[in-house]
């Protein structure tokens, strides 16, 4: 069970503020939707968290903890942040034993995700080769390697067809109810809020709110995500 | 230790060895080299080519030093900064955020490539250049100077694959570092000296050490260094600049 932490989270390139001050606290056993417009710091947010970008000011943890300060940081958490994170001459089994080398997991771990995923038949194929959705799934898979304990998914809908999508929202729902920490972002709000149990809005790097989806649109007299979003970062 | 050598090393390993143009490559090394080794033997004594002696063989060894040198340095920026142009560094960094490890994990992966290459270069060269030898009237008698050889091409490949590393390192663009690469060797090392006068400059660059370590070509006519001191030279420049790559490369942000 582990809880994601931001605390007053900066991140400043020269005249910009990407990300401003914040703070936010991810629960265990929910699936929480990252939501902002573009150019809001969601991206660069699950990067600070992830060790890839270094905060200007303060930090983000996971149970306290630094991602580069983690033990196993990619057996404790799984990260998808964008599909296209593999050498398009690389076979998909290769392009994820090479991963599964560097996370510590046994080869055969890297065929059960790529039959979580449905991605067991374009295995040997190469990733060029790959559909945006196929991409996406080796992705996801990646970022199952290590069986976490917390994932965070950046846009993880994008390039899905319809049954994909249905899929990941099951799958997501499903992670949630093992426990598992699921911090994800999207644009794709009528789908994620199929999927959400918990909301955290940003705009220009700022917090506007943050809580449970349906105390929030009781709060704010509305009844669709979509409707709650537009209202409160217009 | 061990578990750096098991999961990082290992995934670089991997990454060589599921990457085409890294193995496309060394099999044209290999196959070139194989070409030279024959036409040494059947020109020699034709035209402007000297006679056979027994120390063509050692020769031999050497002479593939700094093609062999350049490919490895090709796949060592290919490891580096092709990992930026195809953005496979993010699931590296996200599997090991120790960044130094993955620094010294490519280091290793690739100097374990290098000596492997050097090795089947070397292999190569004996396996072809012996028999053709002997059958031409030049056996190889100075079998002990052999190892020598070997060492060099040993030495010379494992520090080009280093310093590909670090190139791909310090600049993450993979044109920008092979132009660099390719505008030191024939500007810098080539022209440079000419423009400044300094005739004697190239001897201590690396490709002079290199040349030096290797005896190739005609360096002695500025005074080359002695064989070991340019291996101590040429090795100095590739852990030099690994250690510049890793200050300047590991505060960076992954955007």
Redesign the interface.
Known sequence: MTTITLHDLTKRYRDVTAVDHLSLEVRAGAVTGFLGPNGAGKSTTMRMLLGLVQPTARTATFDGVRYAALPHPARTVGALLDPGVFHPGHRGRSALRIVAAATGVPDRRVDEVLDVVGLTDAARRRVGGYSMGMRQRLALAGALLGDPETLVLDEPANGLDPEGMRWLRGFLRRLAGEGRTVLVSSHVLAELAQSVDDVVIIARGRLVTAGGMSDLLASHHQTVLEELFLDLTS | MS?FV???V??EV??LR????TTVSLLAVLAFTAFIAVATVLLAGHQENGPLTAHNLDDAIRAPAKVLGFVLLLVGVLLSA?EHR???V?????????RRRVVAAKVTAMAGLGAVAALAVAALVAAVSVPMLATHDAPAQHLAALPAGVLALVVTSVGYGVLGVALGLLLRNQTTALVTALVWQFVVEGILPVVLRAPSLPTYLPGGAVSSLARLGHHTAHGALPAWQGGMLFTAYAVGLVLVATVVSV?R???
């Not at chain 2, 993010?90 to 120790?98: D, I, K, M, Q």
């Open positions: 578990t098991h999961t990082t290992t995934a991997r990454r599921a990457t085409r143009s092709g195809h953005h496979t993010v699931p590296t960094l996200l599997a090991e955020p120790r505060p942000d992954v955007t």
